[in-house]
């Protein structure tokens, strides 16, 4: 033991030496924010299995998640309210500057997903564009989102099954309600989706598509449990699958249809107007009108109709334009003879695109893009392309989906814009380089603005002659009419949603104004009807870039080079349009900072 008069000695010593101890670490704003988005992203993940499996994380390939449910939103909305009053807490003035950029997205993103939840749009949960339906589908069916590697995958898919299944049980009661209060969709989209969902359902289990990944199951599976899992996915399909989807097309075709309604805009619904200026805020990141949307619309059209007035008279045409676009629709020299010609085509694009690029850009992706045709079930509906992200970590490529449901729908004049649009330097370029950018959190990489996703790759088509393409005065009408495309979405989309206006007329405007096929048409103004506001974003998103770019090249002189602007551009992934104007500014002034420092 030791001696009594030792102990306040031993006592004061340790009170000196922790003293002298460093004191416990107080977390930064810099750490709060970065624990703030990874629990952020950890919720978004679990809380959305099937975008956690088209980003590639295996986690979750055994869960669907229930949209359907009034639950999941009311969850939903507290967890979005507690992750706002979490970022608020944080001193934005204590971050570096870096990071305040990140910061102001993420508390704007709440705000705008609580606003969103004023509006029952829960009660009208499918539609001929997008559902748990479609997107269960295209996993379903092997080469998507879910992989068949594994018995395990296989396993997770039965699962997934069930879940589908109760979604299926949610969407019928939400329609129901959504019917009671009167919040229905229209008429004209939900006829097709009857069809779409008949076509999924069929007698056999081997006739359907969820009968691919079996007949494709790996050699590596040992035969006792293939066996086992052909029989397993026989009886799901058969007894829980097919008829979840047939109970959902019955239930529409007799049920919801008497009562959906004629009108086609958001505007004619309970709250209507103000849930369409929601989605002129949420899809533009801007406070433009209607109004104003319409008339720029309208401006574009003519501004356009001149520059496709110009190739009339390049190639020799000498009547008016309406007679040139019908020439054009009738002749079978600008149409592909068969799906495999379209494809081929677009991969010969493909690489005179890649030879291109470093004229206009530094740094490249490392995940590539695949080319594939739109699965049948959902062509008729389909739009002329699309792009699915590759996954996250890479071990999926991007795929760039051609439609080829109707070939008179896709002329080989607009190849080379729709191809950079969709793949490289659009969605492809832009998307997969943000998701590959270590430097940003993964809440950045994976933001999802359309005003700028959209802009961008509508941006992107405008590059084609610096690219080397469209040296086809033919190929720039191409561009030229999928410009007008876009510029009339503005009118149509304003015009259904805010001034009352009948698919019939939107159909008619259409057809006067281009030289779309009549299914085109049709799928593009019933696009509009299921995606309200939606349409908007891609002139609106490429008309600021643009502005921008001229902006840039203005203040800086010779000392611009297009290739630091883009690097700009896509330097902290997608951001609303008014912060992509403030790093701009940011940027410029920097390069000319180093002017005046005499900096070559």
């Known amino acids: 033991m030791l001696p009594r008069l030792a102990l306040p000695c031993i006592s004061l010593l340790v009170s000196a030496l922790l003293a002298l101890a460093p004191a416990a670490h107080a977390e930064t704003?810099?750490?709060?924010?970065?624990?703030?988005?990874?629990?952020?992203?950890?919720?978004?993940?679990?809380?959305?299995?099937?975008?956690?499996?088209?980003?590639?994380?295996?986690?979750?390939?055994?869960?669907?998640?229930?949209?359907?449910?009034?639950?999941?939103?009311?969850?939903?909305?507290?967890?979005?309210?507690?992750?706002?009053?979490?970022?608020?807490?944080?001193?934005?003035?204590?971050?570096?500057?870096?990071?305040?950029?990140?910061?102001?997205?993420?508390?704007?993103?709440?705000?705008?997903?609580?606003?969103?939840?004023?509006?029952?749009?829960?009660?009208?949960?499918?539609?001929?564009?997008?559902?748990?339906?479609?997107?269960?589908?295209?996993?379903?069916?092997?080469?998507?989102?879910?992989?068949?590697?594994?018995?395990?995958?296989?396993?997770?898919?039965?699962?997934?099954?069930?879940?589908?299944?109760?979604?299926?049980?949610?969407?019928?009661?939400?329609?129901?309600?959504?019917?009671?209060?009167?919040?229905?969709?229209?008429?004209?989209?939900?006829?097709?989706?009857?069809?779409?969902?008949?076509?999924?359902?069929?007698?056999?289990?081997?006739?359907t598509l969820f009968w691919q990944p079996v007949a494709a199951m790996p050699a590596s599976i040992p035969a006792e449990e293939r066996e086992a899992l052909t029989q397993a996915y026989r009886d799901k399909i058969s007894n829980t699958i097919v008829p979840a989807y047939r109970r959902l097309a019955d239930f529409i075709e007799r049920d919801y249809l008497p009562h959906a309604r004629d009108t086609v805009g958001l505007g004619a619904l309970p709250q209507g107007e103000a849930w369409y200026r929601h989605q002129i805020r949420r899809h533009t990141t801007t406070d433009m009108s209607a109004d104003e949307i319409h008339a720029l619309g309208l401006a574009e059209m003519a501004r356009i109709r001149g520059e496709m007035e110009k190739v009339m008279r390049a190639v020799g045409f000498t009547?008016?334009?309406?007679?040139?676009?019908?020439?054009?629709?009738?002749?079978?020299?600008?149409?592909?003879?068969d799906a495999e010609e379209l494809l081929g085509a677009f991969r010969d694009i493909k690489a005179r695109v890649e030879r291109g690029m470093p004229k206009l850009f530094r740094n490249r992706p490392r995940t590539d893009y695949e080319i594939r045709p739109?699965?049948?079930?959902?062509?008729?509906?389909?739009?002329?392309?699309?792009?699915?992200?590759?996954?996250?970590?890479?071990?999926?490529?991007?795929?760039?989906?051609?439609?080829?449901?109707?070939?008179?729908?896709?002329?080989?004049?607009?190849?080379?814009?729709?191809?950079?649009?969709?793949?490289?330097?659009?969605?492809?370029?832009?998307?997969?380089?943000?998701?590959?950018?270590?430097?940003?959190?993964?809440?950045?990489?994976?933001?999802?603005?359309?005003?700028?996703?959209?802009?961008?790759?509508?941006?992107?088509?405008?590059?084609?002659?610096e690219l080397g393409l469209y040296t086809d005065p033919m190929q720039w009408y191409g561009h030229l009419g999928d410009e007008?495309?876009?510029?009339?979405?503005?009118?149509?989309?304003?015009?259904?949603?805010?001034?009352?206006?009948?698919?019939?007329?939107?159909?008619?405007?259409?057809?006067?104004?281009?030289?779309?096929?009549?299914?085109?048409?049709?799928?593009e103004v019933e696009r509009y009807i299921a995606w309200p506001g939606q349409a908007l974003a891609y002139k609106i998103g490429q008309l600021k870039i643009t502005e921008l770019r001229a902006h840039a090249a203005e203040a800086l002189g010779a000392r611009f080079d297009v290739r630091d602007f883009h690097d700009e551009v896509l330097r902290d992934g997608a951001v609303p349009l008014d912060i992509l104007a403030q790093k701009v500014d940011r940027y410029i002034a920097a390069q000319q900072a180093l002017a005046s420092n005499g900096a070559p």
């Not at 009547?319 to 003879?337: I, K, T």
């Not at 079930?377 to 999926?396: C, W």
């Not at 070939?407 to 330097?425: G, K």
């Not at 997969?432 to 005003?451: C, G, P, V």
Request: charged share 25%; aromatic share 10%.
């Open 319 to 337: 009547g008016s334009l309406e007679a040139f676009r019908a020439q054009v629709q009738n002749e079978p020299r600008y149409y592909a003879r």
């Open 29 to 207: 704003a810099a750490e709060a924010l970065t624990k703030l988005y990874d629990d952020y992203i950890e919720t978004r993940l679990a809380r959305f299995p099937t975008s956690a499996s088209f980003l590639g994380d295996q986690r979750y390939y055994d869960r669907l998640e229930n949209t359907a449910e009034a639950a999941f939103d009311e969850s939903r909305e507290r967890e979005q309210a507690a992750f706002l009053a979490r970022a608020r807490a944080i001193d934005r003035a204590a971050l570096p500057a870096a990071e305040q950029l990140g910061y102001d997205i993420f508390v704007r993103d709440r705000e705008e997903t609580l606003e969103r939840f004023a509006f029952p749009d829960r009660l009208m949960p499918i539609d001929q564009m997008s559902s748990m339906a479609s997107t269960f589908a295209l996993m379903g069916g092997g080469g998507s989102a879910h992989p068949f590697d594994t018995p395990a995958d296989y396993r997770a898919f039965l699962a997934r099954a069930d879940d589908f299944a109760r979604w299926v049980d949610s969407a019928i009661a939400a329609m129901r309600e959504g019917i009671a209060r009167g919040v229905v969709n229209p008429r004209a989209i939900m006829e097709k989706t009857v069809p779409q969902l008949r076509a999924i359902a069929k007698d056999k289990a081997e006739d």
């Open 484 to 523: 007008m495309l876009r510029a009339m979405r503005l009118v149509v989309d304003t015009g259904m949603h805010a001034k009352g206006w009948s698919r019939e007329r939107a159909m008619e405007f259409m057809r006067a104004n281009s030289s779309m096929a009549d299914s085109d048409i049709e799928a």
């Open 374 to 465: 739109v699965e049948e079930f959902r062509a008729a509906s389909a739009s002329g392309g699309s792009y699915q992200p590759a996954a996250l970590d890479g071990s999926r490529p991007g795929i760039f989906y051609v439609n080829t449901f109707n070939l008179r729908a896709q002329p080989l004049f607009s190849m080379e814009t729709l191809s950079l649009h969709e793949a490289t330097p659009g969605h492809h370029y832009q998307i997969t380089l943000a998701q590959e950018q270590a430097s940003l959190s993964r809440y950045q990489r994976l933001n999802s603005f359309k005003a700028y996703i959209e802009g961008w790759a509508l941006y992107c088509e405008t590059l084609g002659q």
